[in-house]
Nanobody
Framework: QVQLVESGGGLVQAGGSLRLSCAAS????????MGWFRQAPGKEREFVAR???????????YYTDSVKGRFTISRDNAKNTVYLQMNSLKPEDTAVYYC????????????????WGQGIQVTVSS
């Protein structure tokens, strides 16, 4: 089992940047596929970005279209942490952001991930 704790959220003006962190504890972090999701009020949780688990020197990343070129997911296995660097933020990025982990699933369906953080609020003002 793995425990996940997000940090780094807050209020930012449109065009600004934030970096979210997700610290993991428990089992071997490098074995997990990691993802970021978000949920706006009244909407279903949606995929944002994911990163492959350790399998060599290259990590594979994937993003939803609306954040491509603006958000970057990365991981530091030595620190048991996954990051989401968010640049050029827009009001429509406002949501609660969640970190997720799974040993076997490497996809975009939130229901398939086994482990979740508590979520952290990101608010982008216009």
């Amino acid at each position: 089992q793995v425990q996940l704790v997000e940090s780094g959220g807050g209020l930012v003006q449109a065009g600004g940047s934030l970096r979210l962190s997700c610290a993991a504890s428990g089992r071997t972090f490098s074995n997990y596929f990691m993802g970021w999701f978000r949920q706006a009020p009244g909407k279903e949780r949606e995929f944002v970005a994911r990163i492959s688990r350790s399998g060599g020197i290259t990590y594979y990343t994937y993003y939803t279209d609306s954040v491509k070129g603006r958000f970057t997911i990365s991981r530091d296995n030595a620190k048991n942490t996954v990051y989401l660097q968010m640049n050029s933020l827009k009001p429509e990025d406002t949501a609660v952001y969640y970190c997720a982990a799974d040993l076997f699933y490497d996809g975009t369906t939130y229901r398939a991930y086994d482990y979740w953080g508590q979520g952290i609020q990101v608010t982008v003002s216009s």
